[in-house]
Structure formats: C-alpha cells, structure tokens
C-alpha cells in the first residue's frame, strides 16, 4: 500500500492521483496533501522526518495534513528539556465547515450546532460552536511541546460560549513537574477579546520523539 510522503499515512485504494517527480509516482491521501506536495517535492521526498516541524532549535511531531489549519507559538525556556513555566498558544479560527464536519465525525447533531431555525429559540439566539470542539483545541496545542504528549487526564470548565467563525486561542504552560516525564498544565482558552471560555488543568505524559527514518 503506498504512503502519502506529506503526511505519511497509508493510501487506500489503486485509485488515488498521483503526482511524478523525479521518475517515481506519489499517491496521496486528500487533495490538500497532494497541493502541498507539489508546492515542494523535494522537501518531502528527500527530507529525513517530514512528520517534524523545527521552530528555532525546537522539533515538535507537526505535520501538514488536509485541511487542517491553525498557528502556534512556543515559549520553551530550555529546547532540550520541558520545565515549569514553558508554554504553547494554538489559535485558530473555528468555521462552519469545522462544526459540520465535526458533528459528522462524532455524532454529535445537537440541533443547537447546526439549526438555525432551533437555536433561534434558544437562551443562546443563535447557532454555537460545539463545546468539544473549542476544547479539542487544548490538544492541539499540547501536539506542539517539543516530545511526543500523551493524556492522562483534563478537568474543564466551559465559561462562555463561542460563536462560529470566532478565532480561539489556546494556552498550555507547565504548572509542575511530576516527575517521570509527567507533567502538570494549565489548560485555557480566549477569544480575540482575551475572555476566557474554556479554563482547566490537564496531566500530561511527554515521551521522547521517536527517531524514524
């Protein structure tokens, strides 16, 4: 089965588009990872670990995958080991295409998130982004520490809230070190106004980064 050199994931089907470069053909798993490879095969072809992005001397597991979107900011006082104090901010905007395609994912089809006409009536007026969803941000910004971030565990409290199209910010920073690479956070996440919608601590596991080839 052949293997998206964007992404890296197995491409099902004998199907798919391919793309050649340098006399050998590429198949991909979307067409965003198809785009992006042919902004610049090389990069992906020939670069040893295109599953790692490199901000500064900091390598984070971030890939380029569909149509995935957002931008991070890291504050890591020492690259080569996490401490209190270190810290990440993810922000992206949530759209409708992302409630859509999040209440198809999961199942969620609360008509709060996707009836007009029923939210209307509603304490709320109008149609709000899926409270999941704007806390599924805190992961994605956990994905951007330096390591390889598992859960253990995340207390929330959703304090407003978030209307689609709103931009979110995301911020995780290290409370404590538990020791055996785990590690306390604070978890919360703002709108554009800096009020605070989603507040809460998480555990968190961070291994090393696998050497792959």
């Known amino acids: 089965m052949p293997i998206d050199p964007v992404c890296g994931m197995d491409v099902e089907g004998t199907d798919a588009e391919t793309v050649r470069f340098e006399d050998e053909s590429?198949?991909?798993?979307?067409?965003?990872?198809?785009?992006?490879?042919?902004?610049?095969?090389?990069?992906?072809?020939?670069?040893?670990?295109?599953?790692?992005s490199h901000v500064g001397s900091v390598t984070v597991p971030r890939i380029p995958y569909g149509r995935a979107r957002g931008a991070f900011d890291l504050s890591i006082q020492h690259p080569g080991q996490l401490s209190v104090g270190d810290r990440v901010t993810f922000t992206r905007s949530l759209t409708e295409a992302d409630v859509r395609t999040f209440a198809e994912a999961t199942g969620d089809t609360n008509a709060l998130h996707l009836s007009d006409a029923f939210a209307t009536e509603t304490r709320f007026g109008h149609r709000i982004v899926h409270g999941t969803l704007v806390s599924g941000l805190i992961s994605a910004a956990l994905a951007c520490f330096p390591g390889l971030t598992i859960y253990l565990s995340q207390n929330l409290e959703f304090e407003r809230p978030v209307d689609i199209g709103e931009t979110m910010h995301a911020t995780c920073e290290i409370l404590e070190d538990l020791g055996e690479r785990r590690f306390e956070l604070s978890t919360r996440i703002e709108n554009d106004k800096g009020e605070t919608v989603i507040d809460g601590t998480a555990v968190v596991l961070v291994d090393p980064l696998p050497s792959l080839s």
Not at 31 to 42: G, K, M, N, S
Request: with cysteine; proline share 11%; glycine share 0%.
């Open 26 to 52: 590429y198949a991909f798993c979307s067409e965003d990872c198809r785009e992006l490879f042919q902004t610049a095969p090389a990069e992906y072809v020939y670069r040893p670990q295109p599953h790692l």
